[in-house]
């Protein structure tokens, strides 16, 4: 199992973070171009435990069918995403919330592990684990223009 962490503090009400990652719709926002992520429709308005979400991203060259589930929610504090179909052989991502001053200390963990065995860890070593930190790089960077100052 793989951990990746992510910490960027968002200058910004807790409600008005919380409220933005609470709404699906905000997720292509914060999503790399290069992912092609596109919602597949319904998805629900807001996020709650049991919500879930279908999309398709591009890897590479193949478009991946995901499936997430709410797994945990706790409004203002905490939720939790898992797969429940896709690329990974497991993945849990927590976004977690903590007021800071004048804004909100965002904290990410996913728990991850890509299937094949030893494909999947030299996968893993020589492009996913790289590629995980674009993707987080990128929506920390999307995150700092959507919250001017975020991350400063």
């Known amino acids: 199992?793989?951990?990746?962490?992510?910490?960027?503090?968002?200058?910004?009400?807790?409600?008005?973070?919380?409220?933005?990652?609470?709404?699906?719709?905000?997720?292509?926002?914060?999503?790399?171009?290069?992912?092609?992520?596109r919602i597949q429709?319904?998805?629900?308005?807001?996020?709650?435990?049991?919500?879930?979400?279908?999309?398709?991203?591009?890897?590479?060259v193949f478009t991946l069918r995901w499936v997430t589930v709410i797994s945990g929610w706790?409004?203002?504090v905490e939720f939790q995403d898992r797969q429940e179909r896709g690329p990974y052989r497991t993945w849990i991502h927590t976004h977690r919330f903590?007021?800071?001053?004048?804004?909100?200390?965002?904290?990410?963990?996913?728990?991850?592990?890509?299937?094949?065995?030893?494909?999947?860890?030299?996968?893993?070593t020589l492009l996913v684990r790289r590629q995980l930190h674009g993707i987080f790089d990128y929506r920390r960077q999307a995150i700092e223009k959507i919250f001017p100052a975020a991350g400063r």
Not at 12 to 30: C, E, M, Q
Not at 41 to 60: F, M, S, V
Request: aromatic share 10%.
């Open 98 to 124: 903590e007021p800071d001053g004048a804004g909100v200390l965002m904290g990410d963990r996913v728990e991850y592990e890509l299937p094949f065995g030893v494909l999947g860890r030299l996968a893993h």
């Open 41 to 60: 429709p319904p998805a629900p308005e807001r996020l709650e435990e049991g919500a879930r979400i279908e999309y398709r991203i591009r890897w590479l």
């Open 1 to 37: 199992m793989h951990v990746l962490e992510a910490t960027t503090r968002v200058p910004a009400p807790l409600n008005d973070v919380f409220g933005f990652f609470s709404d699906p719709g905000n997720l292509a926002r914060i999503t790399p171009p290069w992912l092609r992520f």
């Open 74 to 76: 706790v409004a203002g």
